[in-house]
């Protein structure tokens, strides 16, 4: 299921709220491979975003077309762009933790470069958690009036797509250039490795969570609010820890600890 998504969004690191027409997004610049793209949203690489039907599609259904236009747009550009790019020159130190030692205290300027990861790591993170708490605060109490049983289960399963493409993205392009140097990166590092940990604890909720809510969506299931509820409970725990702690790593003091201004500037993201 995973390798499907990921085939679907290859390489889109972009986190999408729902409302996207109605949201002012900062342009940011994403480094696939060290070639720099730009993009703000609803234009998107400079385009609108489009659909390829909108007359009889509802409001969910669009979004849906959008994510999955926006997606192979994005994977076009990007591997258009990547294929005689070599990978950006980091120099890879054995899996160790950083030496703990007295280090000088960063300048502003310092402090901002070493933490720009973090800040824009967080930006994406805070999507999924504005979506988690909307969707699990209709289950906990109620969606709001206007909102259909349709549009909330369409909702849920854009968080689930979006989620989980997110971290194919991550361990496929992002994390094996952190994990050169940072344990809590490292796929096989048996005392860390803990971001590669949290996810493989996420997706076992996070699959079964969107199987449930693809089978409501098309009615091979009746939605059950306590059951979708009991999904998401079951790795909630695990997904916020990750949210936050992810982000901590990315920080400047921990950053600084494995890396050269020069070489974080080369990390594409």
Not at 194 to 209: P, S, T, V, W, Y
Request: contains cysteine; charged residues 25%.
């Amino acid at each position: 299921m995973r390798l499907r998504r990921a085939l679907v969004l290859k390489r889109s690191f972009w986190v999408l709220p729902r409302n996207t027409q109605n949201t002012t997004f900062p342009q940011i610049s994403f480094k696939p491979n060290g070639i720099a793209v730009r993009s703000s949203l609803p234009g998107f690489f400079g385009k609108q975003i489009r659909t390829n039907s909108t007359t009889n599609m509802s409001d969910e259904d669009r979004l849906c077309d959008q994510v999955n236009v926006i997606a192979q747009d994005t994977a076009k550009i990007i591997n258009a762009a990547s294929k005689d790019v070599k990978e950006p020159p980091i120099q890879a130190e054995p899996s160790r933790e950083a030496e703990e030692k007295p280090l000088p205290k960063l300048t502003a300027a310092e402090f901002k470069a070493y933490n720009r990861l973090a800040v824009i790591m967080d930006r994406y993170h805070n999507h999924f958690r504005a979506t988690w708490t909307e969707i699990i605060t209709g289950l906990r109490k109620s969606r709001p009036k206007n909102q259909s049983l349709r549009q909330f289960l369409s909702i849920a399963q854009g968080f689930c797509r979006m989620l989980g493409a997110h971290h194919n993205i991550e361990e496929s392009y992002f994390f094996p250039i952190l994990a050169k140097k940072m344990p809590a990166f490292q796929k096989h590092n048996k005392e860390h490795g803990e971001m590669i940990a949290h996810h493989r604890q996420i997706h076992q909720g996070l699959d079964k969570f969107e199987d449930y809510v693809n089978a409501c969506k098309s009615g091979e299931k009746d939605f059950v609010a306590s059951v979708m509820l009991e999904l998401m409970e079951s790795f909630e725990e695990v997904l916020w820890q990750h949210l936050d702690e992810e982000v901590q790593q990315l920080g400047a003091e921990n950053m600084r600890k494995y890396w050269t201004l020069e070489e974080l500037k080369a990390i594409p993201m």
